[in-house]
């Protein structure tokens, strides 16, 4: 598994109250772009978004009767490339992983499959909020078209030794299809 781990931010390390929840995956987005060289695929280093496709995760709007989150992102990046023939296109998963208050003094952690990796979080620190806590966005590495369903797999969060569910994700079929 990849795994990237973000030390605390905000409060001293320790151990999270043990009253606290674990982190928790709030939401997961299939990115879509090119380039900034119209001729050249796009890396990690000049990734230029052009499309997000965003899903709900755990809650009671996210579609997922089978435990496993799927859209069909392979299919829609193969549609961009053959249609938007002018660029070269590729895609990440972004995660975004909510910590609560009571563990902030403990590392923030994801781990998702191998060939995801290397991960990064643009902004370690996270986005604070109301009342403690914060949100942090994670990505995997950007991947061609013939790459994409690679990404698919089982990712998990976790802060100190406290994981949270895992969520499954495929990327060659929507939900409900056979």
């Known amino acids: 598994m990849a795994r990237l781990v973000i030390p605390p931010h905000g409060r001293p390390a320790g151990q999270p109250d043990a009253a606290a929840a674990p982190p928790s995956l709030h939401d997961v987005s ?8 119209p001729d050249a695929a796009p890396t990690d280093a000049d990734f230029v978004p052009v499309y997000r496709v965003s899903m709900p995760v755990f809650g009671l709007s996210a579609l997922d009767p089978d435990g496993v989150h799927e859209f069909d992102a392979r299919a829609l990046l193969d549609d961009l490339a053959r249609r938007a023939t002018r660029r070269r296109w590729g895609a990440r998963v972004e995660l975004v992983v909510s910590q609560p208050a009571a563990a902030e003094g403990v ?3 994801l781990e998702a499959p191998d060939v995801a990796g290397p991960l990064s979080a643009p902004d370690p ?14 990505r995997t590495r950007v991947v061609a078209p013939a790459d994409l ?3 698919a797999g089982t990712y998990t969060a976790g802060a100190g030794d406290r994981p949270t569910r895992p969520l499954i994700l495929a ?3 929507y939900e409900f299809e056979p």
């Open 107 to 109: 590392d923030l952690w």
């Open 125 to 138: 620190r996270g986005i604070p909020q109301p009342g403690g806590g914060r949100r942090v966005l994670f």
């Open 149 to 151: 369903a690679h990404l």
């Open 171 to 173: 990327l060659d079929r």
């Open 30 to 37: 299939i990115v879509f772009g090119v380039a900034d060289a």
